[in-house]
Protein backbone atom coordinates (compact mmCIF):
# COMPACT_ATOMS: atom_id res chain seq x y z
CA UNK A 1 0.00 0.00 0.00
CA UNK A 2 1.26 3.49 -0.95
CA UNK A 3 -1.45 5.25 0.61
CA UNK A 4 -2.04 5.70 4.17
CA UNK A 5 -6.13 6.49 5.22
CA UNK A 6 -6.69 9.16 6.78
CA UNK A 7 -10.69 8.93 8.83
CA UNK A 8 -12.55 11.57 10.90
CA UNK A 9 -15.99 10.29 12.75
CA UNK A 10 -18.94 12.28 13.40
CA UNK A 11 -21.07 11.27 15.74
CA UNK A 12 -24.85 11.83 16.69
CA UNK A 13 -26.09 9.90 19.87
CA UNK A 14 -29.80 11.01 20.90
CA UNK A 15 -29.51 12.06 24.78
CA UNK A 16 -31.66 9.91 26.84
CA UNK A 17 -34.43 12.45 28.13
CA UNK A 18 -38.21 12.37 28.59
CA UNK A 19 -38.70 15.44 26.94
CA UNK A 20 -37.21 17.21 23.68
CA UNK A 21 -34.89 19.48 23.57
CA UNK A 22 -36.93 23.14 23.31
CA UNK A 23 -40.52 21.45 24.17
CA UNK A 24 -41.95 19.31 26.53
CA UNK A 25 -42.95 16.84 23.90
CA UNK A 26 -41.84 13.04 24.62
CA UNK A 27 -39.37 11.60 23.27
CA UNK A 28 -40.45 7.56 23.25
CA UNK A 29 -40.05 5.81 20.08
CA UNK A 30 -42.46 4.02 18.27
CA UNK A 31 -45.28 6.41 18.77
CA UNK A 32 -48.16 6.90 16.02
CA UNK A 33 -47.04 9.53 13.59
CA UNK A 34 -46.71 13.17 14.71
CA UNK A 35 -48.03 12.12 18.37
CA UNK A 36 -45.21 13.51 19.82
CA UNK A 37 -45.83 17.44 18.12
CA UNK A 38 -46.83 20.49 19.26
CA UNK A 39 -46.69 24.19 17.81
CA UNK A 40 -42.55 24.16 18.97
CA UNK A 41 -41.30 21.08 17.51
CA UNK A 42 -43.22 21.43 14.24
CA UNK A 43 -42.19 24.86 13.20
CA UNK A 44 -45.55 27.41 13.84
CA UNK A 45 -45.08 30.98 13.84
CA UNK A 46 -44.61 32.70 16.83
CA UNK A 47 -43.46 30.36 19.51
CA UNK A 48 -40.46 30.13 21.60
CA UNK A 49 -37.69 27.65 22.41
CA UNK A 50 -36.58 26.79 25.91
CA UNK A 51 -33.94 24.86 26.46
CA UNK A 52 -34.36 21.87 28.60
CA UNK A 53 -31.43 21.20 31.27
CA UNK A 54 -31.62 17.18 31.35
CA UNK A 55 -30.22 17.08 27.84
CA UNK A 56 -27.50 20.07 28.67
CA UNK A 57 -26.66 17.60 31.83
CA UNK A 58 -26.42 14.41 30.27
CA UNK A 59 -24.40 16.45 26.72
CA UNK A 60 -22.14 17.90 30.30
CA UNK A 61 -21.62 14.13 31.38
CA UNK A 62 -20.70 12.98 27.74
CA UNK A 63 -18.35 15.49 27.74
CA UNK A 64 -16.78 15.07 30.73
CA UNK A 65 -16.46 11.35 30.42
CA UNK A 66 -14.94 12.24 27.34
CA UNK A 67 -11.96 14.43 28.86
CA UNK A 68 -13.16 17.38 27.06
CA UNK A 69 -12.94 21.13 28.35
CA UNK A 70 -16.04 22.60 29.01
CA UNK A 71 -17.05 26.16 27.76
CA UNK A 72 -18.75 28.06 30.90
CA UNK A 73 -20.41 29.92 28.22
CA UNK A 74 -21.75 28.36 24.73
CA UNK A 75 -23.90 29.41 21.96
CA UNK A 76 -26.71 28.19 20.33
CA UNK A 77 -26.55 28.92 16.29
CA UNK A 78 -29.14 28.39 13.45
CA UNK A 79 -27.83 26.17 10.94
CA UNK A 80 -30.32 26.88 7.91
CA UNK A 81 -31.31 24.78 5.49
CA UNK A 82 -34.42 23.80 3.53
CA UNK A 83 -35.77 20.55 3.67
CA UNK A 84 -39.31 19.04 4.32
CA UNK A 85 -38.55 17.84 7.46
CA UNK A 86 -36.62 20.67 9.23
CA UNK A 87 -39.86 22.95 9.19
CA UNK A 88 -38.29 25.85 10.78
CA UNK A 89 -35.93 25.82 7.85
CA UNK A 90 -33.21 25.73 10.00
CA UNK A 91 -31.87 23.31 12.80
CA UNK A 92 -30.75 24.83 16.20
CA UNK A 93 -27.40 23.74 16.75
CA UNK A 94 -24.00 25.04 18.15
CA UNK A 95 -21.48 26.29 15.58
CA UNK A 96 -18.71 28.95 17.28
CA UNK A 97 -19.19 28.39 20.69
CA UNK A 98 -19.76 24.52 21.39
CA UNK A 99 -20.41 22.71 25.11
CA UNK A 100 -17.55 21.14 24.96
CA UNK A 101 -13.99 20.69 23.20
CA UNK A 102 -10.58 19.40 23.24
CA UNK A 103 -10.70 15.85 24.90
CA UNK A 104 -10.37 12.36 24.05
CA UNK A 105 -10.67 8.96 24.27
CA UNK A 106 -8.80 6.12 24.32
CA UNK A 107 -8.76 2.73 22.43
CA UNK A 108 -7.62 -0.70 21.54
CA UNK A 109 -5.31 -0.59 18.68
CA UNK A 110 -2.58 -3.48 17.52
CA UNK A 111 -2.55 -4.36 20.81
CA UNK A 112 -1.57 -0.23 22.00
CA UNK A 113 -3.69 2.30 23.36
CA UNK A 114 -4.29 4.77 21.13
CA UNK A 115 -5.65 8.59 22.15
CA UNK A 116 -8.11 9.65 19.65
CA UNK A 117 -8.83 13.27 19.70
CA UNK A 118 -12.02 14.79 20.13
CA UNK A 119 -12.40 18.03 18.79
CA UNK A 120 -15.81 19.17 19.85
CA UNK A 121 -19.25 18.21 21.18
CA UNK A 122 -21.93 20.34 20.68
CA UNK A 123 -25.95 19.93 21.21
CA UNK A 124 -28.50 20.03 18.40
CA UNK A 125 -32.08 19.35 17.78
CA UNK A 126 -32.77 16.18 15.38
CA UNK A 127 -34.66 16.73 12.67
CA UNK A 128 -38.06 15.16 11.54
CA UNK A 129 -38.47 12.23 9.26
CA UNK A 130 -39.46 11.49 5.82
CA UNK A 131 -41.11 8.37 4.74
CA UNK A 132 -41.03 7.54 0.76
CA UNK A 133 -44.39 5.73 -0.37
CA UNK A 134 -44.86 5.32 -3.37
CA UNK A 135 -46.27 8.81 -5.31
CA UNK A 136 -46.43 10.38 -1.72
CA UNK A 137 -43.90 11.66 0.54
CA UNK A 138 -45.40 11.68 3.79
CA UNK A 139 -43.64 13.38 7.28
CA UNK A 140 -43.16 12.32 10.66
CA UNK A 141 -41.83 15.05 13.25
CA UNK A 142 -41.86 12.77 16.16
CA UNK A 143 -38.00 12.76 15.74
CA UNK A 144 -37.84 17.12 15.17
CA UNK A 145 -36.37 18.10 18.48
CA UNK A 146 -34.93 15.12 20.04
CA UNK A 147 -31.87 16.08 21.79
CA UNK A 148 -28.54 15.02 20.41
CA UNK A 149 -25.09 15.52 20.75
CA UNK A 150 -22.78 15.82 18.55
CA UNK A 151 -19.42 14.41 18.63
CA UNK A 152 -16.77 15.62 15.93
CA UNK A 153 -13.25 13.95 16.44
CA UNK A 154 -9.84 14.62 14.90
CA UNK A 155 -8.72 12.55 11.74
CA UNK A 156 -6.91 10.46 14.07
CA UNK A 157 -7.97 7.23 12.52
CA UNK A 158 -5.71 5.36 10.22
CA UNK A 159 -8.17 2.13 9.13
CA UNK A 160 -11.58 1.34 9.35
CA UNK A 161 -11.32 -1.49 12.35
CA UNK A 162 -9.51 1.65 14.27
CA UNK A 163 -12.85 3.36 13.35
CA UNK A 164 -15.32 1.18 14.37
CA UNK A 165 -13.15 0.28 17.96
CA UNK A 166 -13.85 3.87 18.72
CA UNK A 167 -17.57 3.68 18.12
CA UNK A 168 -17.96 0.51 19.90
CA UNK A 169 -16.09 2.41 22.99
CA UNK A 170 -18.03 5.61 22.52
CA UNK A 171 -21.39 3.75 22.55
CA UNK A 172 -19.86 1.97 25.70
CA UNK A 173 -19.44 4.91 27.53
CA UNK A 174 -22.76 7.02 26.77
CA UNK A 175 -24.42 3.30 27.78
CA UNK A 176 -22.43 3.68 31.22
CA UNK A 177 -23.04 7.11 31.90
CA UNK A 178 -27.19 6.43 30.91
CA UNK A 179 -26.83 9.16 29.01
CA UNK A 180 -27.82 7.61 25.45
CA UNK A 181 -29.65 3.86 24.91
CA UNK A 182 -26.94 3.48 22.21
CA UNK A 183 -29.85 1.87 19.94
CA UNK A 184 -28.07 1.63 16.80
CA UNK A 185 -31.10 0.39 15.08
CA UNK A 186 -33.36 2.69 16.15
CA UNK A 187 -31.32 5.62 15.10
CA UNK A 188 -30.16 6.19 18.66
CA UNK A 189 -26.73 6.26 17.60
CA UNK A 190 -25.79 7.69 13.72
CA UNK A 191 -21.60 7.74 12.70
CA UNK A 192 -20.18 9.72 9.57
CA UNK A 193 -16.87 8.76 8.42
CA UNK A 194 -14.63 11.37 6.69
CA UNK A 195 -12.39 9.69 4.78
CA UNK A 196 -9.22 10.14 2.50
CA UNK A 197 -5.83 8.96 1.56
CA UNK A 198 -2.27 10.36 1.32
CA UNK A 199 0.67 9.39 -0.13
CA UNK A 200 2.47 7.77 2.82
CA UNK A 201 5.27 10.37 4.67
CA UNK A 202 3.29 13.21 3.67
CA UNK A 203 1.58 14.96 6.07
CA UNK A 204 -1.02 17.21 4.23
CA UNK A 205 -4.49 15.52 4.05
CA UNK A 206 -5.53 14.63 0.64
CA UNK A 207 -9.20 15.44 -0.16
CA UNK A 208 -11.86 13.71 1.43
CA UNK A 209 -15.31 12.15 0.97
CA UNK A 210 -18.08 12.09 3.92
CA UNK A 211 -20.26 8.90 4.53
CA UNK A 212 -22.84 9.29 5.98
CA UNK A 213 -25.64 8.10 8.29
CA UNK A 214 -24.18 4.53 9.31
CA UNK A 215 -26.54 3.19 12.09
CA UNK A 216 -23.83 -0.14 12.51
CA UNK A 217 -20.39 -1.19 13.41
CA UNK A 218 -20.40 -3.97 10.55
CA UNK A 219 -21.64 -0.81 8.09
CA UNK A 220 -19.40 1.47 9.40
CA UNK A 221 -16.33 -0.90 9.02
CA UNK A 222 -17.57 -1.89 5.59
CA UNK A 223 -18.27 1.04 3.99
CA UNK A 224 -14.73 2.98 5.33
CA UNK A 225 -12.98 -0.42 4.14
CA UNK A 226 -15.02 0.08 0.65
CA UNK A 227 -14.14 3.94 0.84
CA UNK A 228 -10.40 3.50 1.00
CA UNK A 229 -10.39 0.86 -2.02
CA UNK A 230 -12.47 3.04 -4.11
CA UNK A 231 -10.01 6.05 -3.41
CA UNK A 232 -6.97 4.16 -3.77
CA UNK A 233 -7.85 2.37 -7.38
CA UNK A 234 -9.37 6.56 -8.62
CA UNK A 235 -5.53 7.55 -7.08
CA UNK A 236 -3.60 4.56 -8.68
CA UNK A 237 -4.67 5.52 -11.91
CA UNK A 238 -3.45 8.91 -12.01
CA UNK A 239 -6.84 9.88 -10.99
CA UNK A 240 -8.29 13.01 -8.23
CA UNK A 241 -10.68 11.63 -5.61
CA UNK A 242 -13.50 14.69 -5.56
CA UNK A 243 -14.65 16.36 -2.44
CA UNK A 244 -18.45 15.02 -1.51
CA UNK A 245 -21.15 13.19 0.38
CA UNK A 246 -21.80 9.60 -0.15
CA UNK A 247 -24.19 6.95 0.91
CA UNK A 248 -23.75 3.81 2.42
CA UNK A 249 -25.96 1.28 0.20
CA UNK A 250 -25.88 -1.82 2.28
CA UNK A 251 -27.57 -4.08 -0.09
CA UNK A 252 -24.91 -3.03 -2.79
CA UNK A 253 -22.36 -3.13 -0.19
CA UNK A 254 -20.66 0.22 -2.09
CA UNK A 255 -20.84 3.76 -1.24
CA UNK A 256 -22.66 5.65 -3.65
CA UNK A 257 -22.65 9.73 -4.45
CA UNK A 258 -25.32 12.33 -2.75
CA UNK A 259 -23.74 15.36 -3.70
CA UNK A 260 -20.79 17.00 -4.37
CA UNK A 261 -19.23 20.20 -2.94
CA UNK A 262 -20.32 22.43 -6.01
CA UNK A 263 -24.27 21.42 -4.60
CA UNK A 264 -23.41 21.61 -0.49
CA UNK A 265 -25.19 23.53 2.03
CA UNK A 266 -24.15 26.93 2.28
CA UNK A 267 -25.84 26.62 6.34
CA UNK A 268 -25.34 30.86 6.61
CA UNK A 269 -24.94 29.74 10.61
CA UNK A 270 -25.91 32.75 13.05
CA UNK A 271 -26.65 32.95 16.70
CA UNK A 272 -30.00 31.78 17.81
CA UNK A 273 -32.00 35.36 18.59
CA UNK A 274 -34.42 33.24 20.69
CA UNK A 275 -32.22 31.80 22.93
CA UNK A 276 -29.84 33.14 25.58
CA UNK A 277 -26.35 31.74 25.64
CA UNK A 278 -25.50 28.93 27.77
CA UNK A 279 -23.68 29.67 30.85
CA UNK A 280 -22.46 26.37 33.06
CA UNK A 281 -20.79 26.96 36.18
CA UNK A 282 -18.32 25.19 38.21
CA UNK A 283 -20.57 23.87 40.86
CA UNK A 284 -22.77 22.08 37.91
CA UNK A 285 -19.71 20.97 36.39
CA UNK A 286 -18.32 19.29 39.95
CA UNK A 287 -21.57 18.04 40.70
CA UNK A 288 -21.83 15.89 37.19
CA UNK A 289 -18.18 14.90 37.10
CA UNK A 290 -18.62 13.40 40.44
CA UNK A 291 -21.51 11.11 39.13
CA UNK A 292 -19.86 9.78 36.42
CA UNK A 293 -19.04 6.15 37.17
CA UNK A 294 -16.34 3.10 36.76
CA UNK A 295 -16.62 3.02 32.96
CA UNK A 296 -15.11 -0.16 30.64
CA UNK A 297 -11.90 0.50 30.29
CA UNK A 298 -11.11 0.54 34.18
CA UNK A 299 -13.99 -1.91 34.75
CA UNK A 300 -11.95 -4.14 32.24
CA UNK A 301 -9.06 -4.16 34.22
CA UNK A 302 -10.65 -4.17 37.44
CA UNK A 303 -12.17 -7.44 36.39
CA UNK A 304 -8.65 -8.98 34.89
CA UNK A 305 -6.85 -8.65 38.49
CA UNK A 306 -9.54 -8.78 40.76
CA UNK A 307 -11.20 -11.87 39.29
CA UNK A 308 -8.40 -13.14 37.18
CA UNK A 309 -10.15 -13.51 33.53
CA UNK A 310 -8.86 -13.20 30.67
CA UNK A 311 -8.48 -10.14 28.80
CA UNK A 312 -10.60 -11.16 26.30
CA UNK A 313 -13.86 -12.37 28.88
CA UNK A 314 -13.31 -9.30 31.07
CA UNK A 315 -12.99 -6.94 27.68
CA UNK A 316 -16.58 -8.67 26.24
CA UNK A 317 -18.61 -8.83 30.06
CA UNK A 318 -17.65 -5.38 30.83
CA UNK A 319 -18.65 -3.75 27.60
CA UNK A 320 -21.83 -3.30 28.90
CA UNK A 321 -22.69 -2.10 32.43
CA UNK A 322 -25.50 -4.61 32.96
CA UNK A 323 -23.44 -7.41 31.99
CA UNK A 324 -21.00 -6.26 34.30
CA UNK A 325 -23.36 -6.09 36.79
CA UNK A 326 -25.05 -9.42 36.60
CA UNK A 327 -21.28 -10.75 36.35
CA UNK A 328 -20.49 -9.52 39.54
CA UNK A 329 -23.43 -10.38 41.42
CA UNK A 330 -23.88 -13.75 40.46
CA UNK A 331 -20.30 -14.19 41.43
CA UNK A 332 -20.51 -13.12 44.95
CA UNK A 333 -23.05 -15.59 45.22
CA UNK A 334 -21.30 -18.66 43.60
CA UNK A 335 -17.70 -17.73 44.40
CA UNK A 336 -16.09 -18.72 41.28
CA UNK A 337 -15.45 -16.07 38.50
CA UNK A 338 -14.37 -18.60 35.93
CA UNK A 339 -17.05 -20.71 36.11
CA UNK A 340 -19.25 -17.67 36.05
CA UNK A 341 -17.45 -16.16 33.27
CA UNK A 342 -17.59 -19.34 31.37
CA UNK A 343 -21.21 -19.85 31.76
CA UNK A 344 -21.77 -15.91 30.79
CA UNK A 345 -19.26 -16.30 27.63
CA UNK A 346 -20.60 -19.42 26.21
CA UNK A 347 -24.30 -20.57 27.17
CA UNK A 348 -26.08 -17.10 28.79
CA UNK A 349 -24.56 -14.68 25.76
CA UNK A 350 -25.39 -17.45 23.01
CA UNK A 351 -28.80 -18.16 24.33
CA UNK A 352 -29.44 -14.11 24.07
CA UNK A 353 -28.07 -13.94 20.79
CA UNK A 354 -30.49 -16.85 19.39
CA UNK A 355 -33.49 -15.50 21.40
CA UNK A 356 -32.95 -11.40 20.04
CA UNK A 357 -33.12 -11.00 23.86
CA UNK A 358 -31.04 -8.64 26.41
CA UNK A 359 -29.28 -8.99 29.25
CA UNK A 360 -32.10 -6.68 30.56
CA UNK A 361 -34.95 -8.09 29.80
CA UNK A 362 -33.02 -11.85 30.31
CA UNK A 363 -35.82 -14.56 31.46
CA UNK A 364 -32.23 -16.05 33.66
CA UNK A 365 -31.82 -13.42 36.52
CA UNK A 366 -28.14 -13.56 37.56
CA UNK A 367 -29.51 -15.18 41.52
CA UNK A 368 -31.24 -17.91 38.92
CA UNK A 369 -28.09 -18.69 37.48
CA UNK A 370 -26.17 -18.94 40.56
CA UNK A 371 -29.19 -20.68 42.13
CA UNK A 372 -28.07 -23.52 38.81
CA UNK A 373 -24.23 -22.75 39.17
CA UNK A 374 -24.31 -23.51 42.90
CA UNK A 375 -26.37 -26.97 42.28
CA UNK A 376 -23.41 -27.22 39.77
CA UNK A 377 -20.59 -27.17 41.89
CA UNK A 378 -22.64 -29.29 44.86
CA UNK A 379 -22.72 -31.98 42.32
CA UNK A 380 -26.44 -32.58 42.46
CA UNK A 381 -26.31 -32.29 38.73
CA UNK A 382 -23.66 -32.58 36.19
CA UNK A 383 -22.40 -29.98 34.24
CA UNK A 384 -24.05 -31.40 30.61
CA UNK A 385 -27.66 -31.59 32.50
CA UNK A 386 -27.11 -28.46 33.60
CA UNK A 387 -26.94 -26.89 30.25
CA UNK A 388 -30.05 -28.48 29.44
CA UNK A 389 -31.64 -26.94 32.36
CA UNK A 390 -30.04 -23.20 31.64
CA UNK A 391 -31.76 -23.72 28.19
CA UNK A 392 -34.72 -24.72 29.94
CA UNK A 393 -34.57 -21.71 32.28
CA UNK A 394 -33.85 -19.56 29.14
CA UNK A 395 -37.62 -20.50 27.60
CA UNK A 396 -39.56 -20.89 30.38
CA UNK A 397 -37.92 -18.56 33.30
CA UNK A 398 -38.52 -20.94 35.87
CA UNK A 399 -35.98 -22.07 38.54
CA UNK A 400 -33.16 -24.74 38.43
CA UNK A 401 -34.77 -26.57 41.22
CA UNK A 402 -38.20 -26.51 40.48
CA UNK A 403 -36.64 -27.71 37.20
CA UNK A 404 -34.79 -30.63 38.68
CA UNK A 405 -37.05 -31.82 41.07
CA UNK A 406 -39.63 -31.95 38.42
CA UNK A 407 -37.59 -33.52 35.77
CA UNK A 408 -35.82 -36.12 38.16
CA UNK A 409 -32.72 -34.83 36.91
CA UNK A 410 -30.29 -34.94 40.39
CA UNK A 411 -26.82 -36.41 39.47
CA UNK A 412 -26.90 -39.96 41.04
CA UNK A 413 -24.10 -41.48 42.64
CA UNK A 414 -25.87 -44.45 44.41
CA UNK A 415 -22.99 -46.94 43.81
CA UNK A 416 -25.37 -50.16 42.80
CA UNK A 417 -26.92 -48.13 40.11
CA UNK A 418 -24.08 -46.84 38.30
CA UNK A 419 -22.03 -50.28 39.16
CA UNK A 420 -25.38 -52.53 37.06
CA UNK A 421 -24.96 -48.99 34.04
CA UNK A 422 -21.58 -49.72 34.08
CA UNK A 423 -22.17 -53.59 34.19
CA UNK A 424 -24.35 -53.42 30.82
CA UNK A 425 -22.29 -50.67 29.18
CA UNK A 426 -19.17 -53.23 28.61
CA UNK A 427 -21.65 -56.44 28.16
CA UNK A 428 -23.14 -54.23 25.28
CA UNK A 429 -19.49 -53.62 23.85
CA UNK A 430 -17.16 -56.83 24.01
CA UNK A 431 -15.22 -55.57 20.63
CA UNK A 432 -14.43 -52.28 22.65
CA UNK A 433 -13.46 -54.46 26.01
CA UNK A 434 -11.33 -56.38 24.00
CA UNK A 435 -9.35 -53.31 22.35
CA UNK A 436 -9.11 -52.13 25.59
CA UNK A 437 -7.65 -54.83 27.47
CA UNK A 438 -5.76 -55.18 24.35
CA UNK A 439 -3.35 -52.29 25.33
CA UNK A 440 -5.67 -49.12 23.41
CA UNK A 441 -6.41 -47.08 26.98
CA UNK A 442 -8.12 -44.49 25.27
CA UNK A 443 -11.79 -45.98 25.03
CA UNK A 444 -11.61 -45.58 29.13
CA UNK A 445 -13.42 -42.54 27.74
CA UNK A 446 -15.72 -44.17 25.32
CA UNK A 447 -17.07 -46.28 28.02
CA UNK A 448 -17.62 -43.36 30.48
CA UNK A 449 -19.73 -41.61 27.69
CA UNK A 450 -21.51 -44.77 27.02
CA UNK A 451 -22.53 -44.38 30.83
CA UNK A 452 -23.32 -41.30 31.00
CA UNK A 453 -25.42 -41.96 27.73
CA UNK A 454 -26.89 -44.54 29.11
CA UNK A 455 -27.50 -42.63 32.14
CA UNK A 456 -28.90 -39.63 30.79
CA UNK A 457 -26.24 -37.99 31.70
CA UNK A 458 -26.65 -38.58 35.18
CA UNK A 459 -24.86 -40.13 36.25
CA UNK A 460 -22.12 -38.57 38.44
CA UNK A 461 -19.14 -38.61 35.99
CA UNK A 462 -16.38 -38.86 38.99
CA UNK A 463 -18.14 -41.76 40.57
CA UNK A 464 -18.28 -43.62 36.75
CA UNK A 465 -14.46 -42.69 36.65
CA UNK A 466 -13.76 -44.32 39.90
CA UNK A 467 -16.18 -47.65 39.87
CA UNK A 468 -14.95 -48.61 36.01
CA UNK A 469 -11.44 -47.71 36.83
CA UNK A 470 -11.67 -50.49 39.84
CA UNK A 471 -14.25 -52.71 37.39
CA UNK A 472 -11.83 -52.77 34.16
CA UNK A 473 -8.80 -54.00 36.80
CA UNK A 474 -10.87 -56.83 37.44
P1 LIG B 1 -16.74 19.69 7.25
O1 LIG B 1 -16.69 21.18 7.34
O2 LIG B 1 -16.66 19.17 5.87
O3 LIG B 1 -17.81 19.05 8.07
P2 LIG B 1 -14.75 19.49 9.28
O4 LIG B 1 -13.45 20.17 9.18
O5 LIG B 1 -15.77 20.04 10.18
O6 LIG B 1 -15.33 19.24 7.84
O7 LIG B 1 -14.45 18.02 9.74
C1 LIG B 1 -15.44 17.07 9.85
C2 LIG B 1 -14.76 15.75 10.16
O8 LIG B 1 -13.88 15.38 9.11
C3 LIG B 1 -13.92 15.74 11.41
O9 LIG B 1 -14.11 14.53 12.08
C4 LIG B 1 -12.51 15.84 10.89
O10 LIG B 1 -11.61 15.20 11.75
C5 LIG B 1 -12.60 15.09 9.59
N1 LIG B 1 -11.65 15.52 8.56
C6 LIG B 1 -11.29 16.77 8.23
N2 LIG B 1 -10.42 16.74 7.21
C7 LIG B 1 -10.22 15.46 6.87
C8 LIG B 1 -9.45 14.78 5.87
N3 LIG B 1 -8.71 15.43 5.00
N4 LIG B 1 -9.51 13.44 5.84
C9 LIG B 1 -10.28 12.76 6.70
N5 LIG B 1 -11.01 13.33 7.64
C10 LIG B 1 -11.01 14.67 7.74
MG1 LIG C 1 -19.43 17.21 8.31
ZN1 LIG D 1 -42.88 19.70 20.75
Redesign the pocket.
Known amino acids: MKYEA?????VHAQLKTKQKIFCSCSTLFNKPQNQNTCPVCTGMPGVLPVLNKEAVQRGLKAALALNCKINKKSIFARKNYFYPDLPKGYQISQYNLPLAQDGYLEIESDDNIKKIRI?RLHLEEDAGKNIHCGEESRLNFNRAGVPLAEI?????FRGALEAATYVRELRSILQYLDVCDGNMEEGSLRCDA???LRPKGQKE????T?VKNMNSFKFIERAISYEIERQTEILEEGGRVIQETRLWDSSKGKTLPMRSKEEAHDYRYFPEPDLRPLLVDDVWIEKVKSSIPELHPEKKARFISQYGLPAYDADILTLSKDLADYFESCTKEVQDPKMVSNWMMTELLRELKDKNQSIQNCSVSWNALAELLNLVKKGTISGKVGKDVFKEMMKRGVSASSLIEEQGLKQVDDKEFLVSAIHQVLKENPKELEKYRGGQEKLFGFFVGQVMKLTKGQANPKAVNELLRAKLKE
Open positions: VIGLEHVTEPDNISFGVKE
